[in-house]
Nanobody, 127 residues
Framework: QVQLVESGGGPVQAGGSLRLSCAAS????????MGWFRQGAGNEREGVAS???????TYADSVKGRFTISRDSAKNTLYLQMNSLKPEDTDMYYC?????????????????????WGQGTQVTVSS
């Protein structure tokens, strides 16, 4: 049983950087998948990045080379380092938690099988 709380969002100029954090409370175990999503404009949240239990990371094409997902096990915290931000990165960002026992779905960076979500943190990039 885990609860997630995001922080680190805010206003930033194009080309700048932000570091989002997702603090996890409670103990958990198993083959954990964690991801970062943004609200997007479609029927489901847009996958930004994921990190599997073995450390494998996956990124949306739109953020490759600019964003880095990582975790600090000692602090029980997930991070998203966002560099070279663009106005189109503006959105509400969410972290999510799930268990990947079903064939590697974590690397699809889709929200369907994530069962636990944070409240979101707003990122606004101005030009």
């Amino acid at each position: 049983q885990v609860q997630l709380v995001e922080s680190g969002g805010g206003p930033v100029q194009a080309g700048g950087s932000l570091r989002l954090s997702c603090a996890a409370s409670g103990y958990t175990y198993g083959r954990i998948c964690m991801g970062w999503f943004r609200q997007g404009a479609g029927n489901e949240r847009e996958g930004v990045a994921s990190i599997a239990d073995d450390g494998t990371t996956t990124y949306a094409d739109s953020v490759k080379g600019r964003f880095t997902i990582s975790r600090d096990s000692a602090k029980n915290t997930l991070y998203l380092q966002m560099n070279s931000l663009k106005p189109e990165d503006t959105d509400m960002y969410y972290c999510a938690h799930g268990y990947d026992y079903g064939g590697g779905w974590c690397m699809t960076v889709r929200p369907t099988k994530f069962s636990l979500w944070g409240q979101g943190t707003q990122v606004t990039v101005s030009s």
